[in-house]
């Protein structure tokens, strides 16, 4: 169980790095805005596998606590990743 959450880990945070990046660089328009979301949902798949990963294997009660926060946070970015991305995608087709 721990290896998978460490592969979430790695490929959450290079997915993050790239859409950041193709941020930065992408003029400020409808396709940087759906970069942007991209970037969040893989910032909440980062957190909530970091946090899943702290719930998992705790070795204490800090551990425990931390874990929890992280997943509530990347649960969230995850939700209104989400709902962004539904908002920008049709949009986009225009």
Do not use: E
Not at 1 to 25: C, E, G, L, P, Q
Not at 43 to 71: E, H, K, Q, S, Y
């Amino acid at each position: 169980m721990d290896k998978i959450f460490t592969i979430i880990i790695v490929f959450s945070a290079v997915f993050f790095i790239y859409n950041k990046i193709k941020t930065w660089r992408t003029p400020p328009s409808l396709l940087n805005r759906l970069y942007q979301t991209k970037a969040t949902l893989s910032l909440g798949f980062f957190l909530t596998a970091f946090g899943g990963n702290l719930l998992f294997m705790p070795r204490g009660t800090i551990d425990i606590v931390v874990g929890a926060v992280f997943t509530l946070l990347g649960i969230a970015n995850i939700v209104f990743g989400y709902r962004a991305y539904r908002h920008y995608i049709p949009q986009l087709d225009d």
